[in-house]
Structures are given as C-alpha cells and as structure tokens.
C-alpha cells in the first residue's frame, strides 16, 4: 500500500466517522472558538496552517470561498475585515453563520459554489481550503474531500476577476496532490504562485502546504 493509498483510506474514514456525528463540539482554533456542527467538516492541520497567515487591516474586503464552520472568516473579522463566508454545504452556512454571530463580525454567510452567488466586487484577501483527492459526490460533505481538479479548475477560472490589482488568495494544497497540475492552472490564467509555509499533521502522516496567489 503506498502512502497516498494509506492517507485516502485515512480521509474515507474521518468522513465516514465525520457523517456519523450527532453532536456538536468545540474546536479551538487561532486564538478563538468554534462550535462545529454534524455534517460540516472540522478546522484540521490545513486550517491551523491557514489561519496563523490571515493577516488583515481594517476595512479589508475578504470572501472564505470554503468557510466549513467559519474560522478563517472569523480570523479576519476580529482584525476589522469585512465581507462574505462561502460554502456550498447548507449545513456548513448554518454552522458558520451560528459561529460568526458569536463574535458579532460583519460578515455575510451565503450558501454558493464558489463566486457564483456572490454580487460582484473585487476583493482584497479570498481564502481557499478544497479537497486533496478525486472521489464521488454522494453528499454536501463530501465536496471536503473529493473532486480536487474540477475544485482547481473552477476556482482559477474565476478568481482573477474577483481579485483587486493588489489582492492575493490564500490556498492550501496537500503535498500528496497533483502540484505540477495545480501551478499550471494558476499560470494557465494569468495568475502566480509563491509557497508561504507548509505544517505536517500532529501524526506526522500529512504535510500541507500554504500559497499566496496574486495577479
């Protein structure tokens, strides 16, 4: 069994285990709080990794393309950012929208694949977290783990028009992924690439890596 065999096999059975929750649980995560309800997927190493990096100013426009139960929109809302969280999982909008009304941030939860309900604007900071893997769609949880190329594809179709001339996006990949087809999509539509950090997972089983991408 090769390792990328033995880390899929690990993710089918946190889904499974994921799908079978009944209750919800708190997480702790840069700095602050979150509740995560059955049927979202929890802040995991991708999510620390991200979150330490979100740096923003005040009035800084931000979109969380992936926003789960909301930590990385709530990062930024308690540094002053405004803007939208997204997430195509109805229970993941209910959960983030729940988690965001805790710390009173202005920040507006829309269900949305991508930007595709999201008024248009250009945005200063937008943070992605897809999935890693290929797989079926059998339900809104599983778009966390699986159908990683079309995640890349439609995202790097998009983007470039939802970034301010100065605006950068913040995307992790996990190293076991199709790297070189991900750099060829963001150059594909007139975009870079530059690798911030990588965090190894606390089993030292799976290491992920943080991009910036700017125009």
Known sequence: MTNIQAIKQHQEALLQKLKSRQKPEKYSIGGFDVMVNPQVFPPATDTKLLVVHVRCQKGDRIIDLTTGSGSLAIAAGLQGATGYAVDINPDAVRNATENLQRYNLTITVIQSDFFQNIPPEQFDQIFANGPFFEGDINDPLDHACYGVRKFIDD????????????????????????????????????????????QTSDDGERTYNLYEITK
């Open 155 to 198: 995202l790097f179709s998009q983007v470039f028009d939802r970034l301010k001339p100065d605006g950068k996006l913040l995307i992790v990949m996990a190293d076991w992924c199709d790297l070189e087809y991900f750099e060829k999509t963001v150059k594909k539509n007139n975009l870079q690439s530059t690798y911030i950090a990588s």
